[in-house]
Nanobody, 111 residues
Framework: QVQPVESGGGLVQAGGSLKLSCAAS????????MAWYRQAPGKPRELVAE???????TYADSVRGRFTISRDNAKNTMYLQMNGLKSEDTAVYYC?????WGQGTQVTVSA
């Protein structure tokens, strides 16, 4: 299966933490930049963070210092550790690898 698979979403109170995971096939995992995007209701999809195969990371200004993207090349899995969650982080979170998109996982932050 080529399509990445996300997990780890859920409901959390403001200030809390969640960790998302994205599992991908070895073929695409080893050759590509991986990224997390999110889409809130009525808003366009936006980049949250991305990580190269070597571990170079990029973050959106809105999450820098609160979110951490990482990858485990041995497990073909990417992670997004989200701390200090805010209500504005509520969205469906998607992972993408080499042009393939996961189905998304809902993150809801209650005030």
């Amino acid at each position: 299966q080529v399509q990445p698979v996300e997990s780890g979403g859920g409901l959390v109170q403001a200030g809390g933490s969640l960790k998302l995971s994205c599992a991908a096939s070895r073929i695409i995992f080893n050759i590509a930049v991986m990224a997390w995007y999110r889409q809130a209701p009525g808003k366009p999809r936006e980049l949250v963070a991305e990580i190269s195969r070597s571990g170079t990371t990029t973050y959106a200004d809105s999450v820098r210092g609160r979110f951490t993207i990482s990858r485990d090349n041995a497990k073909n899995t990417m992670y997004l550790q989200m701390n200090g969650l805010k209500s504005e982080d509520t969205a469906v979170y998607y992972c993408t690898v080499a042009g393939f998109w996961g189905q998304g996982t809902q993150v809801t932050v209650s005030a």
